[in-house]
Nanobody
Framework: QVQLVESGGGLVQPGGSLRLSCAAS????????MGWYRQAPGKQRELVAT???????TFADSVKGRFAISRDNAKNTVYLQMNSLKPEDTAVYYC???????????????WGQGTQVTVSS
């Protein structure tokens, strides 16, 4: 089985920073794309940022210039550095990874359990 565990969420004042981490464990053969999504109350889940295996990145327009995504392939971990946080960044943040499990070869999407980020004074 494969498990994604997120950490790093919390309460921060506007203008502050947080760093989220998401580590995958289990019977992993390979990981392709990694990404972060978020869901605010009453809204649909939206893409925040993605990173490919060769570290090509994409960002939602709302976070460009403020957020950075990175990965450590040796640790099966993806990070989201969030700077200049705004109240509208408040949401539950989820990581997603495309993972090929040992013995199968096919890539499947796996999701983390979500971590709450609250930006408020």
């Amino acid at each position: 089985q494969v498990q994604l565990v997120e950490s790093g969420g919390g309460l921060v004042q506007p203008g502050g920073s947080l760093r989220l981490s998401c580590a995958a464990s289990g019977s992993i053969l390979s990981i392709s794309d990694m990404g972060w999504y978020r869901q605010a109350p009453g809204k649909q889940r939206e893409l925040v940022a993605t990173i490919t295996r060769i570290s090509s990145t994409t960002f939602a327009d709302s976070v460009k210039g403020r957020f950075a995504i990175s990965r450590d392939n040796a640790k099966n971990t993806v990070y989201l550095q969030m700077n200049s946080l705004k109240p509208e960044d408040t949401a539950v943040y989820y990581c997603k990874m495309e993972i090929s499990r040992r013995g199968t070869g096919a890539y499947t999407n796996y999701w983390g359990q979500g971590t709450q980020v609250t930006v408020s004074s």
